[in-house]
């Protein structure tokens, strides 16, 4: 069938199959090259296997909880949101959570996903006791911290090239109640949200919505937006009755795929403009719930339609502290030159983080998406350019473009030894996906 | 509200566990009943830390008629919504040439659900109360050359969930029988089903969930299948004998 990504770029041709139980995986898995696949979030392609696509859904039994600990064991294929309908109204809440909640848990493990408290948690990794990982030979191996610990290791942000994730233990938060209290600030260009950044370390959560299209002395205004799980006997007399706020129904919903037109620079520009003004008039604190929070695209169903048929090209870097300022300006100069509004561009200070080949190292990193044309997919790949240039990494869960010898610039020696692992181990003899054919990994 | 546990026969089913989350998820707990209900453990367990509701595991084997009053007996207490999803879809072609495949398939589909469905009827008539819902099949509303053998069955048990409503209507028990359509499910992992015909066993649930709770009779999952059946129903035998459908 033909699947995609979550950008709905590239669209590919797969064999898919539905394993229900562990027999079956490996089963899958001997078959033969195979990646495994959850919710589709991802953007690029990921989780798309030609030959044999596993999708790990079916895979979705929550399977113990300790609620001394907050540990949650269950199946690759739950969701997030699932872990949150469950568990939140007992008082808890994922560490760490990217901007969607329905991502699965084996999707979480093979992104080592981030959220906006990188810069004091770190990564999902960090609160992952045990996986149980499908190996080559497609066995189960039960890998932690003091267990078969290079599988754990190389599979925590190995993008399902170390095997099927079959079982996550990890840690919830204890959280008072849901709502989460936010601090808006306006930063008037980069450099003022970048000092924003610096001053508020100490917040749980920060994260700053950036206007790409804005130039000259306000390139990079951004709202920068703090958070911190709010207390029970802070919360203002309209939030007490429902300390743990459970989410409705989803009810808005993009309907079908928008004409490509509809996003030209001047829709983005007026979106961006509104809501910097916006978020001016909104400098202050006050109470949102953890949905609107964490998950505002959740609320819109399908939302990636509104990029049109052609799909959408996601692209977000990582650049070291002391580059970041000027290597951000540089992007932004280039991006505002190529006219390619970005709809949702978002920058976030990330915390130190020492991991095989996950994502995060300490400095900036900026997400951006673009309907995918041939100038959009031109433009990725100069901003990968500059990644490397700088010193940076770029993100895999939201690549469909760049080509191998950008990604062996931004990342050379990890990426050696990720190759090198999966050629001992056996894993790349049985675990491909299209992206990992792209980039040669 | 009424919070007694719901019992649901045919537990493995992913339209079984579906319902049993739909209703665990207000609160209400739940009767597992299927072959081999041991190794439904893993469902029990998930259910549990997902809805914090009490689950129970019960052997019943609805082809094995002898055995369901005493599986009733055992029941821990008498449910409040007793869902049947119960199914086997066969295999048409091959069951054509194969009697004892297709018997399986004809008992499995009404003859067993038929049977359960009687004996917790009496017990609800006698407490004055309580539902009962029949997953029957839109398959049932008419015979087709590609599948009427399990047709034949659901239209038995159709019919069967509408005389046991007449019969019931004042005895305070209600009836409900649900037609599905496609749904996507391990029964039909390997047919090639239209999207847009397609329900989720999740929405099959809902629907069984919200039909409880607002007393409906019968319920096509996909409103669009009420029509497609009539369509369907409605043309003249000559013609339809002669169709590929």
Same mark, same amino acid.
Request: proline share 4%; glycine share 8%.
């Given at each position: 069938?033909?699947?995609?990504?979550?950008?709905?770029?590239?669209?590919?041709?797969?064999?898919?199959?539905?394993?229900?139980?562990?027999?079956?995986?490996?089963?899958?898995?001997?078959?033969?090259?195979?990646?495994?696949?959850?919710?589709?979030?991802?953007?690029?392609?990921?989780?798309?296997?030609?030959?044999?696509?596993?999708?790990?859904?079916?895979?979705?039994?929550?399977?113990?909880?300790?609620?001394?600990?907050?540990?949650?064991?269950?199946?690759?294929?739950?969701?997030?949101?699932?872990?949150?309908?469950?568990?939140?109204?007992?008082?808890?809440?994922?560490?760490?959570?990217?901007?969607?909640?329905?991502?699965?848990?084996?999707?979480?493990?093979?992104?080592?996903?981030?959220?906006?408290?990188?810069?004091?948690?770190?990564?999902?990794?960090?609160?992952?006791?045990?996986?149980?990982?499908?190996?080559?030979?497609?066995?189960?191996?039960?890998?932690?911290?003091?267990?078969?610990?290079?599988?754990?290791?190389?599979?925590?942000?190995?993008?399902?090239?170390?095997?099927?994730?079959?079982?996550?233990?990890?840690?919830?938060?204890?959280?008072?109640?849901?709502?989460?209290?936010?601090?808006?600030?306006? &930063?008037?260009?980069?450099?003022?949200?970048?000092?924003?950044?610096?001053?508020?370390?100490? &917040?749980?959560?920060?994260? &700053?919505?950036?206007?790409?299209?804005?130039?000259?002395?306000?390139?990079?205004?951004?709202?920068?937006?703090?958070?911190?799980?709010?207390?029970?006997?802070?919360?203002?007399?309209?939030?007490?009755?429902?300390?743990?706020?459970?989410?409705?129904?989803?009810?808005?919903?993009?309907?079908?795929?928008?004409?490509?037109?509809?996003?030209?620079?001047?829709?983005?520009?007026?979106?961006?403009?509104?809501?910097?003004?916006?978020?001016?008039?909104?400098?202050?604190?006050?109470?949102?719930?953890?949905?609107?929070?964490?998950?505002?695209?959740?609320?819109?169903?399908?939302?990636?339609?509104?990029?049109?048929?052609?799909?959408?090209?996601?692209?977000?870097?990582?650049?070291?502290?002391?580059?970041?300022?000027?290597?951000?300006?540089?992007?932004?100069?280039?991006?505002?030159?190529?006219?390619?509004?970005?709809?949702?561009?978002?920058?976030?200070?990330?915390?130190?983080?020492?991991?095989?080949?996950?994502?995060?190292?300490?400095?900036?990193?900026?997400?951006?998406?673009?309907?995918?044309?041939?100038?959009?997919?031109?433009?990725?790949?100069?901003?990968?350019?500059?990644?490397?240039?700088?010193?940076?990494?770029?993100?895999?869960?939201?690549?469909?473009?760049?080509?191998?010898?950008?990604?062996? &610039?931004?990342?050379?020696?990890?990426?050696?030894?990720?190759?090198?692992?999966?050629?001992?181990?056996?894993?790349?003899?049985?675990?491909?996906?299209?992206?990992?054919?792209?980039?040669?990994? | 509200?009424?919070?007694?546990?719901?019992?649901?026969?045919?537990?493995?089913?992913?339209?079984?566990?579906?319902?049993?989350?739909?209703?665990?998820?207000?609160?209400?707990?739940?009767?597992?009943?299927?072959?081999?209900?041991?190794?439904?453990?893993?469902?029990?367990?998930?259910?549990?830390?997902?809805?914090?509701?009490?689950? *129970?595991?019960?052997?019943?084997?609805?082809?094995?008629?002898?055995?369901?009053?005493?599986?009733?007996?055992?029941?821990?207490?008498?449910?409040?919504?007793?869902?049947?999803?119960?199914?086997?879809?066969?295999?048409?072609?091959?069951?054509?040439?194969?009697?004892?495949?297709?018997?399986?398939?004809?008992?499995?589909?009404?003859?067993?659900?038929?049977?359960?469905?009687?004996?917790?009827?009496?017990?609800?008539?006698?407490?004055?109360?309580?539902?009962?819902?029949?997953?029957?099949?839109?398959?049932?509303?008419?015979?087709?050359?590609?599948?009427?053998?399990?047709?034949?069955?659901?239209?038995?048990?159709?019919?069967?969930?509408?005389?046991?409503?007449?019969?019931?209507?004042?005895?305070?028990?209600?009836?409900?029988?649900?037609?599905?359509?496609?749904?996507? *499910?391990?029964?039909?992992?390997?047919?090639?089903?239209?999207?847009?015909?397609?329900?989720?066993?999740?929405?099959?649930?809902?629907?069984?969930?919200?039909?409880?709770?607002?007393?409906?009779?019968?319920?096509?999952?996909?409103?669009?299948?009420?029509?497609?059946?009539?369509?369907?129903?409605?043309?003249?035998?000559?013609?339809?004998?002669?169709?590929?459908?």
């Amino acid at each position: 069938m033909k699947l995609s990504g979550w950008g709905k770029h590239p669209v590919v041709e797969c064999q898919v199959r539905r394993p229900r139980d562990t027999d079956a995986v490996t089963e899958a898995v001997l078959a033969t090259d195979a990646i495994a696949r959850g919710n589709g979030r991802a953007y690029g392609d990921s989780a798309l296997s030609r030959t044999n696509t596993i999708d790990m859904r079916g895979f979705n039994h929550m399977l113990a909880f300790d609620p001394d600990n907050g540990q949650v064991v269950a199946e690759a294929g739950v969701l997030l949101s699932d872990v949150i309908a469950a568990f939140l109204p007992q008082g808890w809440f994922p560490a760490v959570t990217p901007g969607t909640r329905f991502v699965t848990l084996g999707g979480m493990v093979a992104a080592d996903v981030h959220g906006k408290n990188h810069h004091i948690d770190g990564s999902f990794g960090n609160f992952i006791d045990w996986l149980e990982v499908i190996g080559p030979d497609g066995a189960v191996t039960r890998c932690s911290r003091t267990e078969n610990t290079e599988l754990f290791e190389w599979t925590i942000g190995g993008m399902g090239l170390t095997g099927v994730i079959l079982r996550v233990a990890f840690r919830l938060r204890p959280v008072e109640t849901g709502w989460i209290r936010q601090t808006t600030h306006v &930063a008037p260009n980069l450099d003022a949200a970048i000092d924003l950044f610096e001053a508020s370390l100490d &917040a749980t959560y920060s994260v &700053a919505w950036i206007d790409c299209l804005s130039t000259g002395a306000e390139m990079g205004r951004s709202i920068v937006m703090l958070g911190e799980h709010a207390t029970r006997s802070e919360l203002p007399k309209k939030c007490r009755t429902t300390p743990f706020p459970t989410v409705a129904r989803q009810n808005l919903k993009v309907p079908f795929s928008l004409p490509g037109f509809s996003l030209n620079r001047y829709s983005v520009r007026a979106f961006n403009a509104l809501y910097y003004w916006n978020g001016t008039r909104d400098d202050e604190t006050r109470y949102v719930n953890w949905n609107s929070y964490f998950y505002p695209l959740d609320s819109i169903q399908d939302w990636n339609r509104i990029y049109g048929r052609k799909g959408l090209a996601q692209f977000q870097c990582v650049l070291p502290l002391d580059q970041a300022r000027k290597g951000l300006n540089e992007m932004l100069t280039e991006i505002s030159e190529a006219g390619q509004g970005s709809f949702l561009a978002v920058l976030k200070r990330f915390g130190p983080q020492d991991s095989r080949f996950s994502f995060p190292m300490e400095g900036y990193t900026l997400a951006l998406d673009f309907p995918v044309s041939k100038s959009s997919v031109a433009l990725v790949r100069t901003l990968g350019q500059i990644t490397a240039d700088y010193d940076g990494r770029v993100y895999l869960a939201k690549d469909s473009c760049l080509d191998a010898q950008v990604l062996r &610039a931004t990342d050379e020696a990890r990426v050696a030894d990720f190759s090198d692992m999966r050629q001992q181990t056996g894993a790349a003899k049985h675990f491909s996906s299209v992206q990992s054919e792209r980039l040669n990994l | 509200m009424n919070e007694g546990p719901v019992l649901i026969l045919g537990a493995r089913s992913d339209i079984g566990l579906a319902v049993a989350h739909a209703y665990a998820s207000l609160g209400r707990p739940i009767q597992l009943a299927a072959r081999n209900v041991q190794n439904l453990d893993t469902a029990k367990t998930d259910l549990e830390i997902r809805h914090n509701v009490q689950v *129970t595991l019960h052997e019943f084997d609805a082809v094995d008629l002898n055995s369901h009053d005493s599986f009733v007996d055992a029941l821990p207490v008498l449910p409040d919504i007793a869902v049947c999803a119960v199914g086997l879809l066969g295999q048409q072609e091959g069951d054509e040439q194969d009697p004892k495949a297709a018997i399986l398939v004809m008992r499995t589909n009404y003859e067993g659900p038929a049977n359960i469905l009687a004996i917790l009827a009496n017990r609800f008539e006698q407490r004055g109360s309580g539902a009962l819902v029949g997953i029957s099949s839109v398959a049932g509303d008419r015979g087709r050359a590609t599948n009427y053998i399990y047709g034949s069955a659901k239209a038995g048990f159709t019919a069967y969930l509408s005389g046991l409503r007449n019969r019931l209507t004042k005895k305070g028990v209600h009836v409900v029988t649900v037609l599905p359509g496609f749904v996507d *499910t391990k029964m039909t992992q390997d047919l090639d089903l239209p999207e847009k015909l397609t329900a989720q066993p999740s929405e099959v649930a809902d629907a069984v969930e919200r039909a409880t709770r607002k007393h409906k009779n019968v319920v096509y999952v996909k409103p669009i299948w009420a029509i497609v059946m009539t369509v369907i129903r409605s043309i003249p035998e000559a013609v339809f004998k002669r169709m590929r459908i």
